[in-house]
């Protein structure tokens, strides 16, 4: 036993020995070791860069931010670096009048087919472009103080600044093998993380609690996002977008986002700080907080899987192709919401086409959605899979799905038709109420819906689903409350092939010829 202790000892000696050498070897750079002085008063740009230029010069390294707080305009990125945050440790944005962030680069590729922020990439607190091998990681904290967020919510302007604003936390472009993971984000700017064209890219254990989009995936390949929270109260929590910004098509695929918490329903700040202050009417939050496909939606989404999700105070799911992309091959399952601001699932195929002369209506088709519960819905909203006339959504599988609404709906509100706005932004607001308070589901085909209950808190007198241009739609096993002032399960307007079975309350009912207003 004594000989066991010693020989334990003299090997945590050696470790440790090791440990030490590492520390001071030639892959790793203290930025300190370069001037910085993380005092929270000297601007530490320069003795950053200098540290990261170094390591680039050795090969590549370890570039070490020990406790304090580092104030810093521009940190560029190099191949082969590894950023690390100790405990403690904070980078923070500095306005622009205090120093000047790299000026945006110019992008006559991209066509501006989308807005400023998603088109440039230097006018960032760090930016990384056309790197490989790089990692940002570490318990430590990135701070967008003087961060531009391209939108002012009092005055509801979106203005991104002029050249030698900052307006991102993390910008990377057309780079591969990165690894982000360990560190938190506060007040990130337009985007907290912005990745566009980037290849295998890892993102993990994030908390990002920011002023405007958490985590942005524009046309990347082979992502990984997991075990992150984000609360953004004004815009999405996490995006995935094929936009038009690299001035080529490139599509987003391969993407799995898995075990994440979505919230925009507290004040900024306070997810970080753990006390989760909901937000009052007077904060003027939007409450986003979501995850969504599109808007951007240039090239194809494919391959996704979004599972093991939990949202809050939040707005659900969003699947948007207005910009003729094509989005196929998409699962959802195991997801759970709660205080939603809007429907659980909003899809939309439009016609908007932001792109490049003579860009075509694109596609949506081979979604499944699976083992969803979603619970006091607000009542103004209504889940909704809508195309435009002349193109459907196709083959869309929903099953074990529970929703709890909030109701209110009444007898006149079941009887609209909403106009098709088809070139119109994409968002579950843009018919106006609609006229179910299930799901509205119009130019469809290829429907299947099993296992699924839905009820509401207070009295609904609108149909449970309307379904409007629907061909093949078949229904199975669902569990309904019955509407008031004799609301009907069913609102069929033009529709084809629609079977109904083992559901509560309602007959068996097969209907294989065309009905164009047929209740049941």
Not at 6 to 16: N, V
Not at 202 to 216: C, E, H, P, S
Not at 318 to 345: F, K, Q, Y
């Amino acid at each position: 036993m004594e000989l066991f202790t010693i020989r334990s000892f003299s090997l945590f000696l050696c470790t440790l020995n090791l440990t030490v050498v590492f520390a001071k070897g030639p892959t790793f750079f203290n930025v300190r070791d370069f001037g910085a002085t993380g005092d929270g008063k000297t601007l530490d740009t320069n003795a950053i860069n200098e540290a990261i230029i170094e390591a680039s010069n050795k090969g590549g390294g370890m570039v070490y931010f020990p406790p304090g707080r580092y104030l810093s305009a521009s940190i560029r990125l190099k191949s082969n670096i590894t950023i690390h945050l100790e405990a403690g440790s904070i980078i923070e944005a500095v306005h622009d009048s205090i120093a000047l962030y790299d000026f945006p680069e110019r992008n006559e590729k991209g066509g501006g087919f989308q807005d400023f922020g998603h088109s440039h990439w230097k006018n960032s607190l760090i930016w990384g472009i056309g790197l490989e091998n790089i990692s940002i990681q570490g318990a430590g904290l990135i701070y967008g103080k003087g961060l531009n967020p391209g939108f002012n919510k009092f005055t509801e302007v979106y203005k991104d600044g002029a050249p030698g604003s900052g307006n991102k936390a993390i910008s990377l472009k057309e780079c591969r093998n990165v690894l982000l993971r360990d560190f938190s984000i506060l007040h990130g700017g337009h985007f907290g993380i912005l990745a566009t064209g980037v290849d295998n890219l890892t993102i993990d254990n994030l908390k990002i609690d920011t002023n405007r989009d958490g985590i942005d995936i524009d046309s990347c390949r082979n992502v990984r996002i997991s075990n992150c929270s984000v609360n953004a109260p004004w815009d999405d929590g996490i995006c995935l977008k094929t936009s038009y910004g690299l001035g080529r098509l490139k599509h987003s695929e391969n993407i799995t986002i898995s075990n994440c918490y979505l919230t925009g329903g507290y004040d900024e700040g306070t997810l970080l700080d753990g006390t989760f202050k909901v937000s009052s009417p007077e904060y003027k939050s939007n409450k986003f907080g979501r995850i969504k496909l599109g808007t951007e939606s240039n090239g194809d989404f494919k391959n996704i899987t979004i599972t093991n999700c939990v949202f809050d105070r939040s707005r659900g799911i969003a699947i948007e192709s207005v910009d003729g992309g094509h989005i196929e091959d998409i699962a959802i399952s195991n997801i759970t919401m709660r205080h939603l601001t809007n429907g659980p699932i909003f899809i939309r195929l439009g016609s908007r086409l932001r792109g490049p002369k003579g860009t075509k209506v694109g596609t949506i088709k081979r979604i499944s959605i699976n083992n969803v519960i979603a619970s006091n819905v607000s009542g103004n909203y209504t889940s909704s899979i809508s195309a435009i006339p002349g193109h459907y959504i196709e083959d869309v599988k929903i099953s074990n799905m529970r929703i709890n609404q909030e109701g209110g709906g009444n007898k006149e509100e079941g009887l609209i038709f909403p106009p098709e706005n088809e070139a119109d932004y994409p968002e579950p607001g843009m018919f106006g109420r609609l006229p179910a308070y299930g799901f509205y589901i119009r130019h469809a085909i290829g429907l299947e819906v099993s296992h699924v209950k839905i009820d509401y808190n207070e009295p609904e007198a609108r149909p449970v689903f309307v379904l409007d241009d629907v061909q093949q739609a078949n229904f199975y096993n669902l569990n309904m409350e019955v509407g008031v002032d004799d609301a009907p399960f069913f609102d069929l307007r033009n529709v084809k092939d629609f079977s109904v079975g083992a559901s509560r309350f309602l007959k068996d009912t097969v209907l294989s010829h065309n009905v164009f207003r047929y209740k049941l």
